[in-house]
C-alpha cells in the first residue's frame, strides 16, 4: 500500500499529472506512485510505458482513452474496491484537462472510493506563465475550438465579449485556420500568445497583434509545427455607450441562433436597450 492510501482496506484512485515534453519535469511524489501502482490506466499505454523505461519503472498497463473510458471504468473500480491502487495518466499534462479521465474520475468518486489528484505539468498554465499578458491571472481556458470551421466560429462568438485571457489548445494542422477565425471573431487588435512545443527542443513562444499573426505563421513553416497552446487578450472595455454588458451578451447569443433583424428585435424587447444602438453593435459583432 502506498503511504498516501486511505487505510480501510479499499484502494485509491492517483490523477497523476506527468511531463509535457520535457522527461525531468515529473514530481517525485508522481515517480512513489507510478513506483507503487499495481495498475496504471494510461490515455496511450506505448507513451507511458516510454515514461516508465525512462526511470526503470514497470507496472501493469491498461488503455484509458476518449473511445473506451466508459467501458474501461467498471473493470478499474473493481480492482479499485479490492483494494488495489490505480494511478490513471494521459499522454502530457493532467488528465481530465482536455484529456481522458474525467468520466473515470467521477464514477470512482460516485462509488465512494478516494480520488487522490498529484499536481504537477499543465500546459496552459506553464504558458500562461511565460506570455507576461496583464489579464493572464484571470483568464478562460477553452481547450480545443471545434475542427469545422463554422462551428468553431460560433463558439468564438460568445467569447466576444469577455474581458479575460482566453486559453485554447490547438494541433498543428490546424492552426491557420484557427488563427483565421479568431481575427474574424475577434478582431485583428488584440494581442496573441503562440506557446509552441513548450519544454520541449524547439520551444518558442511569441507575442504578436491577432492582425499580424497570419502573416508570421506563414513567415516560416516551422512556426506553424507542434502543439500549441494560444493566448488571446480579453474584450476590452465596451465602447456603445448605453448598452449594457447583459443586453450585449444577450445580443451575441441570440445571433447565433437568429437572423440579424430578428435577434436586434428580440434583444431590444427583452432589455429595453434602443434598436439602433443594438443594431450597430450587431453589425459589427457579425464582422
Not at 490506466?41 to 516510454?50: C, G, K, L, Y
Amino acid at each position: 500500500m502506498h503511504q498516501d492510501q486511505e487505510k480501510g482496506g479499499k484502494g485509491a484512485l492517483y490523477v497523476v499529472a506527468t511531463p509535457i515534453g520535457n522527461l525531468r519535469d515529473i514530481t517525485l511524489r508522481a515517480l512513489d506512485v507510478l513506483k507503487s501502482a499495481e495498475i496504471i490506466a494510461a490515455e496511450d499505454t506505448r507513451n507511458t510505458a516510454h515514461l516508465l523505461g525512462h526511470y526503470g519503472l514497470s507496472a501493469k498497463l491498461v488503455a484509458l482513452h476518449e473511445h473506451n473510458e466508459r467501458a474501461a471504468s467498471p473493470k478499474l473500480i473493481e480492482a479499485l474496491q479490492a483494494g488495489k491502487t490505480v494511478a490513471l495518466v494521459s499522454d502530457a499534462g493532467t488528465p481530465g484537462i482536455s484529456d481522458p479521465g474525467a468520466i473515470l474520475v467521477k464514477a470512482v468518486r460516485e462509488a465512494g472510493l478516494p480520488v487522490v489528484p498529484l499536481p504537477g505539468p499543465s500546459a496552459v498554465i506553464c504558458a500562461l506563465s511565460a506570455s507576461g499578458m496583464e489579464a493572464a491571472p484571470h483568464f478562460l481556458f477553452y481547450g480545443f475550438l471545434p475542427s469545422k470551421p463554422g462551428n468553431r466560429r460560433k463558439a468564438l462568438v460568445p467569447l466576444q465579449s469577455l474581458p479575460y485571457t482566453l486559453a485554447f489548445y490547438e494541433a498543428p494542422h490546424r492552426i491557420v485556420e484557427t488563427v483565421a477565425d479568431l481575427l474574424a471573431v475577434l478582431g485583428g487588435e488584440r494581442e496573441i500568445t503562440f506557446a509552441r512545443e513548450l519544454t520541449k527542443l524547439f520551444e518558442n513562444i511569441h507575442t504578436c497583434k491577432l492582425a499580424d499573426a497570419p502573416t508570421w505563421l506563414a513567415g516560416d513553416p516551422n512556426r506553424q509545427r507542434g502543439e500549441f497552446v494560444v493566448l488571446v487578450s480579453g474584450a476590452p472595455p465596451s465602447e456603445e455607450e448605453g448598452i449594457s454588458e447583459e443586453a450585449r451578451h444577450m445580443l451575441q447569443l441570440l445571433l447565433t441562433e437568429l437572423p440579424l433583424k430578428q435577434a436586434v428585435k428580440l434583444a431590444a424587447e427583452i432589455s429595453g436597450e434602443k434598436k439602433n444602438a443594438l443594431y450597430e453593435l450587431a453589425l459589427q459583432l457579425k464582422l
